[in-house]
């Protein structure tokens, strides 16, 4: 499955992890490879080689492709990198598909992202194309995809046109209190959840990229079209991740399933409130949250450290 969609690929020191999604992407053959990289941090040792072996992958490219790299002499953090790498790639490309070192995709999310990126290009109410799917299993449509009023950043596509809204040094206090958002909120709980969050990021005491963006598409009004599986698994958590360290995360290497070829497209843009809300619940801040489950698992960590030192 060829695709006709430009790819952008975000990598840093694993070469391992990212052979195995370069070879999905070489299976794909795009025509043009967007590669960002962030320089090796000076104070981790062997880490400028590990950032070398990665880049060199990408030599491996033997089918007709345009390659462009943008490989920073420095390190910029995962933040500053992401945002800069896809603001310098989408200057050139009107749209793209977006890859991080460690989003290993179905070979049929190439195709899924060509198709639904034609389908809503003109369509104001689409942000994003996503090829995540944590519903655990559960169906939530007769069709193909649903569309979602959250953004998953394990293996993604959108516009240029859409990643323009996004203000990667956006600090204005008027923002702390989230209120300019276009009423996203489905309960108490969830606007209390949100709030704390961006205050957090817009403070600096918890900068995300993909938050930001999150942040961007509800300001915007912006859906994300979801599969009704799972296309992209991370095979990232493990030690060395800069965010997706523990191995135990239930989200870690999540089966991927393809998506057939004939898509079943929805018969309006309307949003699969059911699906947001298990979301919520399972995988942000509800009781059976992503981020208090780790919350939980750091404070074992701490205890377990504690005891070792006192022993």
Not at 283 to 294: D, K, L, S, V
Request: glycine share 4%; with cysteine; hydrophobic share 35%.
């Amino acid at each position: 499955m060829e695709t006709s969609t430009p790819v952008i690929f975000l990598t840093f020191n694993r070469p391992d992890l990212t052979q195995l999604v370069f070879n999905a992407i070489a299976m794909a053959r795009p025509k043009r490879l967007y590669v960002v990289s962030d320089g090796a941090r000076p104070h981790v040792a062997g880490e400028a080689e590990r950032v070398a072996e990665t880049r060199a992958i990408i030599d491996q490219v033997s089918w007709p492709c345009d390659v462009l790299t943008d490989f920073a002499e420095s390190n910029l953090g995962c933040y500053q990198r992401i945002t800069s790498g896809l603001r310098w790639a989408f200057q050139q490309a009107e749209e793209a598909i977006v890859l991080e070192d460690d989003c290993l995709p179905d070979p049929s999310f190439f195709t899924y992202c060509d198709r639904l990126l034609d389908q809503y290009r003109d369509e104001s109410k689409v942000g994003n194309i996503c090829g995540c799917n944590f519903q655990k299993g559960h169906s939530r449509t007769s069709s193909s995809y649903y569309f979602s009023k959250y953004f998953h950043c394990w293996g993604w596509a959108t516009w240029r046109s859409t990643w323009e809204k996004f203000d990667a040094n956006v600090r204005q206090p008027s923002l702390l209190t989230a209120d300019d958002l276009v009423s996203p909120w489905d309960t108490a709980a969830e606007k209390k959840y949100w709030h704390s969050i961006f205050r957090d990021h817009f403070s600096g005491k918890n900068s995300s990229w993909d938050f930001l963006w999150l942040y961007t598409c509800w300001q915007h009004d912006l859906l994300s079209v979801t599969p009704d599986v799972n296309l992209v698994s991370n095979i990232g958590f493990r030690a060395d991740a800069t965010r997706t360290s523990c191995s135990t995360n239930p989200l870690a290497n999540l089966p991927r399933l393809p998506m057939p070829e004939v898509l079943r497209h929805p018969a309006a843009i309307t949003r699969m409130c059911e699906a947001d809300a298990f979301d919520f619940e399972h995988n942000f801040g509800g009781p059976r949250g992503m981020r208090r489950w780790w919350s939980r698992v750091e404070k074992l960590r701490r205890m377990v450290g504690s005891r070792r030192r006192v022993a």
